[in-house]
Every structure is written in structure tokens, then in C-alpha cells.
């Protein structure tokens, strides 16, 4: 986005300023400084130093985070024999603990959720949004180190339990922003499910909860690798033929065996239902990935210049393809346990994309709570990850974008997933603490917030004509300002949140400059990185082959009750003028580049810093078309 508001605004404008502050930009990795003696912090580093270890009574008030928070979306674990071994390490005098791998890893994630937990309105602006040693992010590194050190003898001869540490590393490493670090582990992670067997279907001598667990274990290994694979547009580590074990069950003679003891759901339904079910919908999401990722290769090879953004007829193309195979995400909306949908307020239906705001079961329990809001949070993250690429910015020479044509219909489908997360995102934040501290949820409102921003740019029109609706551009100008909104309450836990906040508040500024200036970009030159900075790297034209660009959006099936509703919100911090906002101007696909999004690339290509976290541009990097064509967010 830097070298499109560079032209625009006729003025430099720094890219490092479009991306909020995180802790990969401070540090090489959790525990190591970009800066100081290397060799003396790595030695250092590989146990906790006396500030941070823990009496007994504060680990177990940490692990007693853990049991309620990623014991439940992340069911890799056996409660009862954590607790036994955990219990073991501990001496007589219970004063001193053996190391071990395990435990440190899970106090690791227990920590760094804890301390995204404290509120620290007291801080300055400048202040909250510093990421420094004491950041939530990277809370517990001291832990997570020693399990990394400890990790390192068993890797020729992995045990369950090194995959369950691998696993968790995985998760504490996306928290903190570390997403090349996360993926990389992740490929270790398949590699050892591999080693112990767990892609095969487990034999029928093992006990029934041995073979469950086992299940559990490989599937829940198989989810994130598409999860994160998808996310950063790489290919994953092993294609869904090379394994034949079957789905977990998930009933309550299973969920009676597993060593945790949470009350059955309902008849139908148990603790177990929800790893089940965020497979499936994983599984689900990357069919329709992988089915468009070849159509587009397909319509592209048929266009001059490789450029999608150049042929309204392909866009149309490749949308009505999108469209038609999302049948199998109403069907696994259709199959979804009530018991795991946060009902609405006012009457709305669940998952749907209304703006209705959640209606919190006041009496259902914190893991249950969490499980029903991540996985709907979840469901339109990826959903508006498959619908962003028809996000489209048109030429200054193009005329104004026909808003009844599939791709743009599908844009709006993406808007409305992203005002929903942003909805639901507010109201729990406001009235409750179950995602409070909550690292992926902020990164999914991230993703929501520069999704919002994106259609404003490319949406807003100069006039209102026939085919135009003022309603979807009021409703993303009061999503963006209740976005900011989330991001401060999360700036109180964690920096990048505060961060977040800062560089949201920018955009708004941009569209208001933009605005006010008739929102026409500046005269450029033939060159169109002069009045670029030194570096920033963007390319000239937009190109869309089989690597690079971050796809985001997804459709209809959002809209259980099938339709798109955009509420208004009664102030917006966008002036209410903006609605005259020139559409006609190039944009630069940039802007998206630092959402958590879906990327149909073979290898993104992506730097260390937390703009990588969610890179991808499906479309190619954002850059200036040729004259006369129009331009995707990818």
C-alpha cells in the first residue's frame, strides 16, 4: 500500500509504518535479541533464569489457564497423565521441579496467556504499543527455550510426547509472530507424526482410547500444517492420500476415557465435538482452495500478461467457479452440532453475517464459551480469506466498477465476514473475558480490520449510480472504527494490539486525506517506483503465476439465512462524507499484505517480520497495472 499512497498522497510514505510493531521485529526469536552478544545469549538462554522461574503455587495457577483455554481447542493432551507426571518431577519438599520438556512448554503457553491477561491502561499510547522483554507475546520464552533445548535429544528417537511439544512450540511461536519459525516446526511436527505412525489407521489391539487419542493426535497435527500451510502459501508436508487413518470419535464413552472430566455438552454432543468439527471445516476449506488454486492457474494461462485484473471476463470466470463450490461448507454448517453455535441476538441465526451481535450463555462454561466463539471466528476468517481476491481496485482510466457482477458480490461477501468477526470480536471483548489474551483472535480481527480497509479504498463511490449500494460502505466505515476499537481493548494485554490500533488509525487518515484531495492519485511517471523509498520492493505491474498473493474472502455460506445484511453503527470515525471518495484510482494490493490471509503461492517468499505473519498475495504483489486495467486485492 506504501507505493500507491506515495503516489496518491504525493508524498513518501514509509511501508514499515503500514504494519503494527511485533515481537519478531525486536527479537531473532523468542529468546534471542536481534541485537548484543549472540553466543552468550544463546548460552544463557537455556534455562530459566532465577526471575523467571516459578514457585509451585504460581505454576499451578498457570496451568489452570491451560486446562480451560488450548487444552480445549488443541486436544492433544491426556489430563489425568499430565497431572501424574507433572506431580512426579516435583521433590519432596516440593521446592524444586526436574525438568521436563512437556510441562515446560504448556507452562510456556499458560504464561504468555496469562500475561495477555493483565491491563495496562495505565501505560502511555507510545508505551502499550512497544514491544519490549516484558511483552505478553513472548511471555514464558524462558520456559519455551529449556523445552526447545530439552526437545533436542529425542528428535532421533521421538516419543508422543516430543510430537505434543512440537505441537504446542508451534502455537506459542504463532502467538509471539515467529510464522517462518512456526512453520518450520510444524514440517517437524509431520515428520514425527509420520516416524510413530499415525497417519495409519491405529491397530485394533490398542485400547479403544489409545487408538481415539492417536486419531485425535494425527488429525489434530494434519489441521494445522493445511492451516498454516494455506496461511503462508506453501505447499503442506504430506498430500490427504498418503494417510488412511480415519476421523476421531467423539462420543461420550470416548470423552469418558480421554482423562478430562468436562460435563457431556449434550446428547449428541461432547469436548471432543469441537476438535472433530475444526477438522472437518479445515478439510472443507482447503477442497475449495486447492479447486480454485487450479482454476485460476487455468484462466490465467489463457490471459496476455498473466494479469486476472486486465479481464473482467476471467474475474467472472473464476468467481462463479468460487461460488459453485462452496456447497460443501453449507454442509458442514448444515451438520454443526447447536450446541456448538453462539446463538444471536435479536433473532439472528448463527454464523450468519446479519451483524447481529452474539448472545453469550451466561451459564455454560469457559472452555465450552471459547470453543463456540473460536470456531465461528474462525469460519468467516477463512471464509473472508477466500473471497478477498475479488477485492478490485480499478484504473484511473476505467470507469466506475459494476457492482452487480458475481466478483463484485463476492467482494461484499468478504466484507461482510470481516464486519462479523469485527462484531463479534467487540461485543465479547466488552462484556466478557473469554478472549481476552486470546493471540489468534487478535490476529483474526487484524486480517477483518485490513480486509475493511481495503474495500473502503476500492469501493467507495463518487456518485451513487444504479448499481450501487451507500449501504456496504457506511457499514465497513463503522466497522473500521470499532476494529479500532477491538485493538485497544487488546492493546491493554499485548503491544502488537496497541500497534495494530495506531496503524488502523493511519489508514483513516489516509482515506480522509484521499478524500479531501478528490481521491485521484498524483501524476505519475512512466516509472512507477519513482517517489518510492529506497527498498520497498513492489512490483510494477500486477501479475498473477503460481507464486506470491494473499487470497482472502469466501461466500455466500456465511449467510445462513441467506442474505447480507450491512447494519449501520450510529457514529463512525470516518467522516460521513466519504462516500465521495473517487473510485477511480489505482491502488496498490500492498495494503492486505500484512492480513492473515490465505495464499495461493507454491512459496510466498516472505521476510521475517510480522507483515510475514500473514503475507500472501494470490494476485502477485501489489502494484501498479498498466494503464486502463484494473487492480485485485489478492
Known sequence: MSSFLTTALAKPTSDVNMQPNSACKTFASPTVPRTGDLG????????????????????EYFLSLFWESYHCTYQILNEEDFKKHYKSLWDASGTSRRPSSLVDIVLALSIQLGVGLKVGSSL????????????????????????QALLASELESPSISTLQCQLLSLVYLCNASFQNMAHGVSASAMRTAHILGLHLEPSG??????????????????????????????????????TNCSLPSD??????????????????????????????????????YNSFYDKSASVLSSIEGRNLYTSQQALETLASFLQSKTSS????LNNLPPALQTQRQNNGKPFSTGGS????????????????????????????NLYRPFICFPSPSAPSPDHSTTASRLSQRCLSHALTITTLMHHTLTTTSILSGWHEAFQWQWNAALSIAGFLFANSPPSPSPSSDPAPFTAAQNGLEQAIQVFDIMGSGFAVAASAADVARGLVAKLDALRNQGGAPAPRSTDSTEGMEAGDGRVTSLTFGLSGSSLNGFEGVGEVDGATDFPTAPTSALDPGFSSFDTNMDMDIGMLEGSMGLDFTV?????TGFEAIWAGNLFETWGFAEEGAGEGCG
Not at 533464569?49 to 505454576?59: F, G, R
Not at 505478553?136 to 527455550?145: D, E, L, M, N, V
Not at 469418558?256 to 476449506?285: M, N
Not at 451466561?362 to 473460536?374: D, G
Request: overall charge neutral.
Open 40 to 59: 552468550e545469549m544463546l548460552v544463557s538462554s537455556d534455562v530459566p533464569a532465577a526471575k523467571d522461574c516459578l514457585i509451585a503455587i504460581q505454576e
Open 124 to 147: 502511555s499510547s507510545d508505551q502499550r504499543s512497544d514491544v519490549n522483554s516484558n511483552d505478553a507475546t513472548i511471555a514464558g520464552r524462558s520456559f519455551y527455550r529449556r523445552c
Open 205 to 242: 489391539a490398542l485400547p479403544i482410547a489409545e487408538r481415539e487419542f492417536r486419531k485425535r493426535l494425527w488429525w489434530t497435527v494434519y489441521a494445522v500444517e493445511i492451516k498454516t500451510s494455506m496461511k503462508l502459501g506453501r505447499p503442506i508436508a504430506a498430500p490427504i492420500s498418503q
Open 251 to 288: 462420543d461420550h464413552e470416548i470423552a469418558r476415557l480421554s482423562g478430562s472430566t468436562f460435563a457431556p455438552v449434550d446428547e449428541k454432543a461432547t469436548w471432543h465435538t469441537y476438535s472433530v468439527q475444526c477438522t472437518k471445516l479445515i478439510l472443507a476449506v482447503h477442497t475449495i
Open 329 to 332: 461448507l453449507q454442509t458442514w
Open 357 to 384: 451481535s452474539p448472545q453469550i450463555e451466561p451459564f455454560a462454561p469457559l472452555w465450552l464459551q471459547r470453543q463456540r466463539l473460536i470456531l465461528e471466528l474462525l469460519y468467516h476468517n477463512l471464509s473472508l
Open 603 to 607: 512459496d510466498a517468499g516472505l521476510d
